[in-house]
């Protein structure tokens, strides 16, 4: 889609157009305040700078109908007449609308014919009386003339109904490019009506505009198709940028004439001989279609019925609690609804989660459509149950699975439940921060040609890893994908997007997905030009050379996703989802899949998580995009608030891009988001192309200047002395996270908060003594410099391999064999060294996860390295699960590990004897 020619777009000092536009509209208003309260003395200055911004303003509000251009343009003519007291009210209020969004809910006030009727509450806010409306716009993509568009606009007001809480406003745009610049800056825009064939160019593109508009700039250049093209080609690529919306075609083609892809590509097609009012009926039947929300509705209906429970849940209704003198007070906290919605029915309208056939299975079905998958499961109980539920019904015992070592530990214990055979991937480390980054494709690819090989590629079955990471760090993910299906066709993805699950529902961020990735390499695989592509790559290499272009007669896309929706869009907690596209699913998976989901799977499911899935689907559907990019916008705000205060940034680093990946890995050369020369790079380049990315919306902050462990920091203090909340740290560093709850207001408090602790630190350091002083550049250099060596995966015990010297081992057979006593013994971690260096080799029973870092340092089954026991005995942490301190590391004694040599051969379902050794090399 994208052309090969592409001019790297300027840093601006603000992120987005929508930043832009709020300041540039406060600008404004500081302008034409000076003029209304008489400054004479720069009367003809001030006005000459408010035209100026108007003229800006007017550049970014043809894209929006409010205010739209309309209003610019009555806001001109007020300053010409030096109408300044009148300019002034206008943008004021103008400017409380659009910072309150008020507006959205109460369309009214934006009413021109009531305009200057408003009314202030006590808040000093617009408000009109009345039920409360939702407001949305509606693009059109046509060459009117001015006429035209007046009278379309004021046919549409006519059609309205007095009591439809739906309203809308119409915004024209005469261009293929304008289409498309309106949908990235316009979050009001809800449905798409594209009219007969708009020309390509667009005759509005500015310096201005031109930073936040890359993806519209590196489109291929469509000059060339013939405007009758244009139409649904438009429809194609609106589906790519924004596929919630709604879009409609209006064409005079006639039908046999019409190719099935423009079908599939619009909602309905209209002729030019259909009335208006046709298609704004069906404008809001299509807004309402996504409106529904099958099982919440279902459910609230259900609380309203007079229900008798005869069930085993005295909760329901609330009659144990609200008869109650001793925990009343527990009902009226929550309120009646919860427990009117509290049920274990699965009838009266509600549906069965284990085998849905009405609102649960319309409601995933929904889902399903929202994030671009073939089929969505809800999960109740969280992604680590997910997780497990993907592994057992997609892998057999002996099958191998490609997994990222520093994964969530779910994975870890679900290969022991599904017994299959871990192939460890170690991420590079970022050990100056005592953490992880990410697996590169090189040595993805580098275990697959060993196994291959070996003789062991037929038994992999599974490539699995985490995108993004806990601390931000994403695959390209298409990437990844092809050239591991270059090598193995059949490869199976589980992608564990638990922290990225808001990243569909903006055009960068959903490249770096599982679903989108998987859709789109499905329809490149079954064109024409890959397949001569294909033959042409193959023809280039060289003897020994890897292929890097899957063969498309022998390639399956099977890809899965498992996200935590509570953790990154609105659900209650533990709720999440799997998202399958998978060409194999209904052939070979459903009924392991329904099998697995039946066994990880509750019974009595909690359905107000469920609700909130479902209403949580409705919201990104509508709000998606607009609450990402703002939650992005906030993260970027963040960086440079802290970037730029002199007094933070003694005490304080946000890390940047370069700190996180290294230079191979990032083609684009883009080294930070955020500069306090250029200001904001950005980031598209390095999201199209580069090998590993950063998520913005995660913010790490170094905190080791200031003396304070990360952990100390975090405890002592942001949560006990300011109640700020955070998720993770490491040894000198915590992890910030925006999300689409994060607000201004937030924000400014953490600055606040940040500010304060730096100021403590700046009244307490100078007062040290010279001993004291000494001790705290020592605990500095301690948590900068001396940082411990993050350990690698060191390998298998051979009583644990599944073929002796190639990778792959049993952690199932490890895992039960250290249920039994006499298998195993404590060593004191101060004593592990002597031991090893005495010539024995120690093997863990167990996993055990340091937190922070929190991922398994040993697995069962593990030879337990010496670089591991460094790196346990340098860690200052007080939380290692799977270790007890005052008993040691738990091993296998010599005489479990001499047992497992004698047992008696097998061999696995691939015939391959586990006690063959293969030489590899």
């Given at each position: 889609?994208?052309?090969?020619?592409?001019?790297?777009?300027?840093?601006?000092?603000?992120?987005?157009?929508?930043?832009?536009?709020?300041d540039?509209?406060?600008?404004?208003?500081?302008?034409?305040?000076?003029?209304?309260?008489?400054?004479?003395?720069?009367?003809?200055?001030?006005?000459?700078?408010?035209?100026?911004?108007?003229?800006?303003?007017?550049?970014?509000?043809?894209y929006?109908?409010?205010?739209?251009?309309?209003?610019?343009?009555?806001?001109?003519q007020?300053?010409?007449?030096?109408?300044?007291?009148?300019?002034?009210?206008?943008v004021?209020?103008?400017?409380?609308?659009?910072?309150?969004?008020?507006?959205?809910?109460?369309?009214?006030l934006?009413?021109?014919?009531?305009?200057?009727?408003?009314?202030d509450?006590?808040?000093?806010?617009?408000?009109?009386?009345?039920p409360?409306?939702?407001?949305?716009?509606?693009?059109?993509?046509?060459?009117?003339p001015?006429?035209?568009?007046?009278?379309?606009?004021?046919?549409?007001?006519?059609?309205?109904?007095?009591d439809?809480?739906?309203?809308?406003?119409?915004i024209?745009?005469?261009?293929?490019?304008?289409?498309?610049?309106?949908?990235?800056?316009?979050?009001n825009?809800?449905?798409?009506?594209v009219?007969?064939?708009?020309?390509?160019?667009?005759?509005?593109?500015t310096g201005?505009?031109?930073?936040?508009?890359?993806?519209?700039l590196?489109l291929?250049?469509?000059?060339?198709?013939?405007?009758?093209?244009?139409?649904?080609?438009?429809?194609?690529?609106?589906?790519?940028?924004r596929?919630e919306?709604?879009?409609?075609?209006?064409?005079?083609?006639?039908?046999?004439?019409?190719?099935?892809?423009?079908?599939?590509?619009?909602?309905?097609?209209f002729?030019?001989?259909?009335?208006?009012?046709?298609?704004?009926?069906?404008?809001?039947?299509?807004?309402?279609?996504?409106?529904e929300?099958?099982?919440?509705?279902?459910?609230?209906?259900?609380?309203?019925?007079?229900?008798?429970v005869?069930?085993?849940?005295p909760?329901?209704?609330?009659?144990?609690?609200?008869?109650?003198r001793?925990?009343?007070?527990?009902g009226?906290?929550?309120?009646?609804?919860?427990?009117?919605?509290?049920?274990?029915?699965?009838?009266?309208?509600l549906?069965?989660?284990?085998?849905?056939?009405?609102?649960?299975?319309k409601?995933?079905?929904?889902?399903?459509?929202?994030?671009?998958?073939?089929?969505?499961?809800?999960?109740?109980?969280?992604?680590?149950?997910?997780?497990?539920i993907?592994?057992q019904?997609?892998?057999?015992?002996?099958?191998?699975?490609?997994?990222?070592?520093?994964c969530?530990?779910?994975h870890?214990?679900?290969?022991?439940?599904?017994?299959?055979?871990?192939v460890?991937l170690?991420?590079?480390?970022?050990?100056?921060?005592?953490?992880?980054?990410?697996?590169?494709?090189?040595?993805?690819?580098?275990?697959?040609?060993?196994?291959?090989?070996?003789?062991?590629?037929?038994?992999?079955?599974?490539?699995?890893?985490?995108?993004?990471?806990?601390?931000?760090?994403v695959?390209?993910?298409?990437?990844?994908?092809e050239?591991?299906?270059?090598?193995?066709?059949?490869?199976?993805?589980?992608?564990?997007?638990?922290?990225?699950?808001?990243?569909?529902?903006?055009?960068t961020?959903?490249?770096?997905?599982g679903?989108?990735?998987?859709?789109?390499?499905?329809?490149?695989?079954?064109?024409?030009?890959?397949?001569?592509?294909y033959?042409?790559?193959i023809?280039?290499?060289?003897?020994?050379?890897?292929?890097?272009?899957?063969?498309?007669?022998?390639?399956?896309?099977?890809v899965?996703?498992?996200?935590?929706?509570h953790?990154?869009?609105?659900?209650?907690?533990?709720g999440?989802?799997?998202?399958?596209?998978?060409e194999?699913?209904?052939?070979?998976?459903?009924?392991?899949?329904?099998?697995?989901?039946?066994?990880?799977?509750?019974?009595?499911?909690?359905y107000?998580?469920?609700?909130?899935?479902?209403?949580?689907?409705?919201?990104?559907?509508?709000?998606?995009?607009?609450?990402?990019?703002?939650?992005?916008?906030?993260?970027?705000?963040?960086?440079?608030?802290?970037?730029?205060?002199p007094?933070?940034?003694?005490?304080f680093?946000?890390?940047?891009?370069?700190?996180?990946?290294p230079?191979?890995?990032?083609?684009?050369?883009?080294?930070?988001y955020?500069?306090?020369?250029?200001?904001?790079?950005?980031?598209?380049?390095?999201?199209?192309?580069?090998?590993?990315?950063?998520?913005?919306?995660?913010?790490?902050?170094?905190?080791?200047?200031?003396?304070?462990?990360?952990?100390?920091?975090?405890n002592?203090?942001?949560?006990?002395?300011?109640?700020?909340?955070i998720?993770?740290?490491?040894?000198?560093?915590?992890?910030?996270?925006?999300?689409?709850?994060?607000?201004?207001?937030?924000?400014?408090?953490?600055?606040?908060?940040?500010l304060?602790?730096?100021?403590?630190?700046?009244k307490?350091?100078?007062?040290?003594?010279?001993?004291?002083?000494?001790l705290?550049e020592?605990?500095?250099?301690s948590?900068?410099?001396d940082?411990?060596?993050?350990?690698?995966?060191?390998?298998?015990h051979?009583?644990?391999?599944a073929?002796p010297?190639?990778?792959?081992?049993?952690?199932?057979?490890a895992?039960?064999?250290?249920?039994?006593?006499?298998?195993?013994?404590?060593?004191?971690l101060?004593?592990?060294?002597?031991?090893?260096?005495?010539?024995?080799?120690?093997?863990s029973?167990?996993?055990?996860?340091?937190?922070?870092?929190?991922f398994?340092?040993?697995?069962?089954?593990?030879?337990?390295?010496?670089?591991?026991?460094?790196?346990?005995?340098?860690?200052?942490?007080?939380?290692?699960?799977?270790?007890?301190?005052?008993?040691?590391?738990?091993v296998?004694?010599?005489?479990?590990?001499?047992?497992?040599?004698e047992?008696?051969?097998?061999?696995?379902?691939?015939g391959k004897?586990?006690?063959?050794?293969?030489?590899i090399?």
């Open positions: 889609m994208a052309t090969d020619k592409k001019k790297k777009l300027p840093s601006t000092p603000h992120y987005n157009a929508a930043q832009l536009r709020v540039l509209w406060k600008q404004l208003r500081s302008k034409v305040n000076s003029l209304a309260h008489n400054k004479r003395a720069s009367k003809d200055k001030n006005k000459k700078e408010a035209f100026a911004q108007l003229e800006k303003l007017s550049i970014i509000e043809q929006h109908s409010f205010p739209g251009k309309r209003r610019i343009k009555k806001l001109k007020t300053l010409e007449r030096d109408e300044f007291v009148a300019a002034s009210h206008t004021s209020d103008l400017v409380r609308l659009l910072i309150s969004d008020s507006y959205r809910s109460d369309p009214r934006i009413e021109e014919e009531i305009e200057d009727d408003y009314q509450n006590e808040e000093n806010e617009l408000v009109v009386k009345g409360k409306k939702n407001y949305f716009e509606v693009l059109f993509v046509d060459n009117l001015k006429q035209e568009e007046t009278a379309l606009r004021s046919k549409v007001r006519e059609l309205r109904e007095k439809e809480h739906l309203v809308y406003d119409i024209v745009q005469r261009s293929f490019q304008d289409a498309l610049i309106a949908l990235i800056l316009n979050y825009i809800q449905a798409v009506v009219r007969y064939a708009p020309p390509y160019r667009s005759k509005n593109i201005l505009l031109r930073p936040f508009i890359g993806n519209v590196e291929d250049d469509y000059s060339a198709v013939s405007e009758e093209e244009l139409g649904p080609l438009l429809g194609k690529i609106i589906k790519q940028f596929p919306l709604d879009v409609y075609y209006v064409t005079d083609t006639a039908l046999n004439q019409i190719k099935d892809s423009t079908l599939n590509n619009f909602r309905r097609i002729y030019r001989k259909d009335d208006i009012q046709e298609l704004h009926l069906a404008i809001l039947r299509g807004i309402r279609a996504r409106y929300t099958p099982f919440y509705t279902a459910l609230k209906e259900y609380s309203q019925k007079p229900v008798g005869f069930h085993a849940m909760f329901s209704r609330g009659n144990s609690v609200f008869k109650s001793w925990i009343r007070d527990f009226e906290f929550y309120g009646r609804n919860l427990f009117l919605a509290e049920t274990s029915s699965t009838s009266g309208g549906d069965s989660l284990l085998q849905p056939t009405g609102s649960l299975k409601a995933q079905e929904m889902a399903s459509k929202a994030y671009g998958s073939q089929q969505t499961f809800f999960v109740t109980n969280g992604t680590s149950t997910a997780n497990k993907v592994q019904a997609l892998v057999e015992p002996d099958d191998l699975v490609l997994i990222d070592r520093d969530h530990k779910s870890h214990y679900g290969l022991v439940l599904a017994g299959a055979l871990p460890y170690d991420s590079y480390p970022i050990e100056k921060y005592s953490m992880y980054g990410a697996v590169p494709l090189e040595q993805i690819k580098h275990k697959l040609m060993v196994l291959k090989k070996a003789g062991r590629l037929d038994n992999v079955k599974m490539l699995l890893l985490t995108n993004c990471t806990f601390d931000g760090l695959y390209n993910v298409e990437k990844v994908m050239e591991v299906l270059a090598i193995k066709p059949d490869m199976i993805f589980l992608w564990d997007e638990a922290w990225f699950a808001f990243a569909g529902f903006t055009y961020y959903k490249q770096r997905t679903m989108f990735t998987a859709n789109r390499l499905y329809n490149k695989y079954r064109t024409e030009s890959y397949r001569t592509k033959q042409e790559h023809q280039s290499l060289g003897k020994g050379e890897i292929p890097s272009m899957p063969d498309p007669d022998q390639v399956k896309i099977r899965y996703s498992t996200q935590s929706t953790k990154t869009l609105s659900s209650l907690s533990q999440s989802m799997i998202h399958i596209w998978d194999e699913y209904k052939r070979l998976v459903e009924d392991s899949f329904q099998e697995a989901y039946m066994t990880h799977t509750s019974t009595s499911p909690n107000q998580i469920l609700a909130s899935l479902d209403a949580g689907r409705r919201q990104v559907q509508f709000e998606g995009y607009e609450l990402v990019e703002k939650s992005v916008e906030l993260a970027m705000s963040l960086r440079a608030k802290i970037h730029d205060h007094l933070l940034n003694k005490y680093h946000v890390l940047t891009v370069r700190d996180f990946i230079d191979q890995y990032r083609k684009s050369g883009l080294d930070e955020y500069t306090d020369q250029g200001g904001w790079n950005r980031m598209e380049d390095a999201w199209e192309n580069d090998e590993f990315v950063l998520d913005p919306t995660k913010i790490t902050l170094t905190v080791g200047l200031s003396g304070i462990d990360g952990d100390t920091f975090k002592k203090y942001l949560m006990d002395q300011y109640n700020i909340q998720n993770k740290t490491s040894r000198n560093t915590i992890l910030f996270m925006t999300s689409i709850g994060t607000t201004r207001g937030s924000i400014t408090y953490l600055i606040n908060t940040l304060r602790i730096a100021k403590e630190l700046e307490e350091h100078p007062s040290l003594n010279k001993r004291e002083q000494e705290l020592k605990r500095i250099k948590l900068m410099e940082v411990p060596p993050l350990p690698d995966f060191s390998r298998f051979e009583s644990f391999q073929v010297g190639v990778p792959g081992g049993d952690i199932r057979d895992y039960f064999l250290a249920y039994k006593e006499e298998n195993c013994e404590y060593i004191p101060e004593d592990c060294l002597a031991v090893i260096e005495s010539g024995r080799i120690l093997v029973t167990t996993f055990v996860i340091p937190y922070p870092p929190g398994p340092v040993l697995v069962p089954g593990q030879v337990i390295s010496e670089g591991i026991i460094r790196f346990l005995l340098a860690l200052d942490v007080t939380e290692i699960h799977g270790y007890r301190a005052g008993l040691g590391l738990k296998f004694t010599e005489d479990a590990l001499q047992g497992m040599k047992i008696p051969v097998t061999s696995d379902k691939k004897k586990k006690e063959d050794s293969i030489d090399h």
